[in-house]
Nanobody
Framework: QVQLVESGGGLGQAGGSLRLSCAAS????????MGWFRQAPGKERDEFVA?????????SYADSGKGRFTIYRDNAKNTAYLQMNSLRPEDTAVYYC?????????????????WGQGTQVTVSS
């Protein structure tokens, strides 16, 4: 099993920045990739935000975050991060980090095995 704990959410202003962290523990050697998803108010928790391979390789992003969001990892700390710049009110959501053991490198909700508890991000205009 892998346990994931997010932190770093909160209130941000439009145009500002927030950084989310996701600390992994347990059988972290089994992780192939980490991803971030979000659930906006009244919507499903299936909006892909970004993903990154855990042991090297590039990252990829949803169109909504390209040029504004950066996902990166610190393997020594078993932690993944999501740096969010140029925040917009429509970024308001609960953000979840997720981990997958599969090398399919999915960008879909069902492609991930482990989930954190979520962290609220609220962006004011």
């Amino acid at each position: 099993q892998v346990q994931l704990v997010e932190s770093g959410g909160g209130l941000g202003q439009a145009g500002g920045s927030l950084r989310l962290s996701c600390a992994a523990s347990g059988r972290t050697f089994s992780i192939y990739a980490m991803g971030w998803f979000r659930q906006a108010p009244g919507k499903e928790r299936d909006e892909f935000v970004a993903r990154i391979r855990w042991r090297g390789g590039g990252a990829s992003y949803a169109d909504s975050g390209k040029g504004r969001f950066t996902i990166y990892r610190d393997n020594a700390k078993n932690t993944a991060y999501l740096q969010m710049n140029s925040l917009r009110p429509e970024d308001t959501a609960v953000y979840y980090c997720a981990a997958t053991r599969s090398n399919s490198y999915s960008s879909t909700y069902r492609g991930y095995d482990y989930w954190g508890q979520g962290t609220q991000v609220t962006v004011s205009s």
